[in-house]
């Protein structure tokens, strides 16, 4: 079925309408409702609440694929052969480690730094210990790429364990992407319920059409600067709570501002009256529930159904039951904050308000929740990379210039 795109007469130009003369041009504040290009990743219909990436249902790949599939998928564009796909998961695999160099800069950061800030620093970094650095080729920057994708987890991994005193976790050869990430991270390896819940997180945030992050990812290598470098500027980007900063925004709010049940409408209609938002909610694009968020709410209703049957207990992770003796069930104060903000506001979860709350409950630290957004995005953020250089336009908008002009220099001495 093809997307069902509106199409203008004129779709596609590169000539702006002599935007230099014009003393009014039309201004969208946020690029809001801008179309930049044409793309072939990942389609997102915001009305309906559907995600597709390469045309495959977000929900489908969640339940019948893997990360290392759907990264091949968006990387490459098809799904691939039996044959591909080892050939892929080996070279996952064997790309895990990292320079001696890299860990002793990670260990030469000051702790208490946030693991984003690490990672965007320690990306920038490995670029000078890639063999490819200086060839542009596109089969160069698929190499590159996949390394990023496969190196990200033992950064973020190694740089957690540094900044909390813990001994490195060296990647396993035998674990799968997700369950080593999470093995690496954690100390534990993930039994079966965890790695595919995990996995499920990282296959939901891997792409997302042209987002802030990706935007930035995709101005940059426009310049024909380098993936990396494209990489780098779109971790900065992540990090605000805007974008992908914002689920470990909502785990602190769960956990230090509401922390039981009776708390949460209280808790939100103070926001709304002091006119400040909540995040894990609304969206740029859907204007009814992100299908990210259904999808891992559904995953979370499992395992909170699990926890309440008395099956989970001993799975979750020591902190996770230091913070539920003082703080109710994320998932329940979820739901709660959920079912207030739609009915007072008409305002819809985004994937972190759900996203926050599972991690949180695989034993995730909050610390590492928007670093391993980047993690799972990184595949994205290479496919964007390639398909912005398959048909390179540098991206250069324009800015209207309200100030004065032909103003008087006045020479420092004689300034007021
Ligand atoms: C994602 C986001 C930046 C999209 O922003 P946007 O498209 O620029 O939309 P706006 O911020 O202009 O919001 C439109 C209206 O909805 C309100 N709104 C949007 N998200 C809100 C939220 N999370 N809490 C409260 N109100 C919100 C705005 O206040 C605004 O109301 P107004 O028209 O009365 O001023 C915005 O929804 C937001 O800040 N959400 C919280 C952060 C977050 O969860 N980010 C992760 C996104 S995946």
């Known amino acids: ?34 179309y930049v290009d044409e793309s072939l990743i990942t389609y997102i219909d915001g009305v309906n609440g559907k995600l597709y990436y390469r045309g495959y249902a977000l929900r489908d790949l969640c339940e019948k694929s893997t990360f290392e599939e759907v990264a091949y998928l968006l990387i490459h564009g098809t799904l691939p052969s039996n044959s591909e796909f080892i050939e892929f998961k080996d070279l996952l695999i064997k790309e895990r480690s990292i320079p001696d160099n890299i860990v002793t800069l990670l260990k030469s950061f ?17 670029s000078l210990y890639d063999p490819d650095d200086y060839d542009y080729t596109e089969q160069a920057n698929i190499r590159k790429g996949l390394r990023i994708v496969a ?16 001994p490195l976790v060296e990647p396993s050869e035998d674990l799968s992407h997700s369950a080593n990430y999470y093995y690496m991270m954690t100390g534990n390896r993930p039994d079966k319920d965890f790695e595919e819940a995990f996995d499920d997180v990282l296959i939901c945030h891997a792409d997302h059409s042209i987002n802030p992050s990706t935007f930035s990812c995709r101005v940059t290598v426009s310049t024909l600067s380098d993936i990396y470098s494209g990489i780098t500027s779109a971790i900065g980007t992540l990090r605000g709570t805007l974008h992908g900063g914002a689920n470990e925004a909502v785990m602190k709010f769960m956990v230090n501002e509401i922390k039981k049940k009776e708390n ?22 859907y204007k009814t529930w ?3 968020a259904e999808i891992l709410r559904d995953i979370f209703m499992g395992f909170f159904n699990k926890a309440q049957d008395g099956e989970l207990i001993d799975k979750i992770p020591n902190h996770e039951q230091d913070i539920h003796d003082e703080v109710d069930y994320i998932i329940e104060m979820t739901e709660i904050l959920t ?14 308000l759900y996203s926050a709350g599972l991690l949180h409950t695989l034993g995730i630290p909050t610390a590492s929740f928007t670093p391993l957004f980047a993690a799972s995005r990184s595949a994205g953020w290479v496919a964007h990379a390639i398909e912005q250089l398959k048909n390179n336009k540098l991206i250069r908008p324009r800015l209207r210039y309200i100030g004065e002009i032909e103003k008087n220099y006045v020479k420092i001495e004689e300034r007021y």
């Open 110 to 126: 000051p702790r208490n730094t946030t693991r984003i800030e690490l990672l965007r620093t320690a990306i920038s970094a490995l």
């Open 1 to 34: 079925m093809k997307a069902d795109i509106r199409k203008i007469e004129e779709d596609y130009t590169d000539v702006a309408p002599e935007s230099s003369e014009l003393i009014h041009p039309k201004i969208y504040k946020g690029l809001v409702g801008v």
């Open 339 to 352: 079912g207030y903000v739609i009915k007072a506001k008409g305002i819809y979860p985004n994937v972190d």
């Open 151 to 166: 190196k990200m987890p033992t950064l973020l991994a190694f740089a957690h364990r540094i900044q909390t005193n813990l």
């Open 290 to 292: 992100d299908p990210r």
């Open 264 to 285: 949460v409408i209280p808790w939100a209609e103070k926001k709304f009256e002091n006119k400040e938002k909540i995040m894990g909610f609304g969206h740029r694009v």
